[in-house]
């Protein structure tokens, strides 16, 4: 019996890149992202690369999906306490939890920034030491905990449809705000489920992500599921790009194709 995808330990991670750049035409590096125990776990990994200057979390993305290097990371290589807590690499204590640096800057009040720290979705301190990015065509993260996918809106809905061709489910996702990786790589890796984040201004004034991006964080199983959704939507002409019908034109001639019966 052929193993199911969500049980695989490992995938075809070249040929899942193939077909996402195929079926959705995108301009960045999808790349995947791995926690480690210990640090000389994520030091093993080849021809990873270590920061040799402090950077956000969303720099060390971004250096896997706008540079395409692999790079491994401690909590010594991150500035403060919020990028370290997201991925579970320094307690979410008190101090934290009360956001003081985030008064007067993100929020009004105290009670503002820590409702905000506390509705962020954050991996538990104490079991990992480590993490990892790279692109997810170099295999050097096979199987990775999450792939990171940025796409326009348009591509984005196509793969959220792919997700849902078969064993559909409604999706509910927030939004909290800065911090917005919790949103993110941040959820995925807590919850295993598919993950739409809108990138914050750290992401994009660090990170580099540009304005017309979302990110889609998700398990390795979710994308291959949405690649397999993908492929049976073009078959009926639900496909990227989205060709526009003109906003004018008689609109049964268009649902008289998309809506035929087979």
């Known amino acids: 019996m052929q193993q199911d995808v969500a049980q695989q330990s490992t995938f075809d991670l070249p040929n899942m890149v ?5 079926l959705l035409r995108l301009k960045t590096t999808v790349i995947g992202m791995k926690m480690f125990a210990t640090a ?38 991150l500035v403060g306490a919020q990028c370290r807590a997201v991925i579970g690499l320094t307690p979410q204590d008190d101090k934290w939890l009360a956001g003081e640096s985030y008064v007067g800057v993100w929020h009004g009040t105290a009670e503002d920034a820590r409702a905000r720290q506390e509705a962020l979705c954050v991996v538990p301190h104490g079991k990992y ?63 295993g489920e598919p993950s739409l984040s809108l990138p914050c201004f750290a992401e994009r004034r660090y990170g580099g992500v540009p304005d017309e991006e979302m990110l889609m964080a998700l398990s390795p199983a979710h994308l291959a599921k949405a690649i397999t959704g993908m492929k049976a939507l073009a078959k009926n002409g639900l496909r990227y790009p989205i060709a526009p019908y003109g906003i004018q034109a008689d609109v049964r001639a268009g649902m008289g194709v998309s809506y035929a019966k087979k």
């Open 129 to 191: 030491e480590a993490m990892a990015v790279s692109p997810l065509a170099s295999g050097r993260l096979n199987p990775p905990d999450i792939c990171l996918v940025y796409a326009t809106p348009g591509q984005m809905i196509i793969l959220i449809n792919g997700l849902q061709y078969t064993g559909y489910k409604k999706f509910d996702w927030s939004v909290v705000g800065e911090t917005a990786c919790a949103d993110s790589w941040g959820r995925a890796l807590v919850t």
């Open 40 to 77: 000389g776990e994520m030091q093993a990994i080849p021809k990873v690369r270590r920061p040799t200057a402090v950077h956000t979390t969303d720099q060390i993305v971004s250096m896997a999906s706008r540079l395409g290097w692999t790079v491994g990371i401690t909590s010594n290589d």
């Open 18 to 22: 193939d077909d996402l750049n195929s």
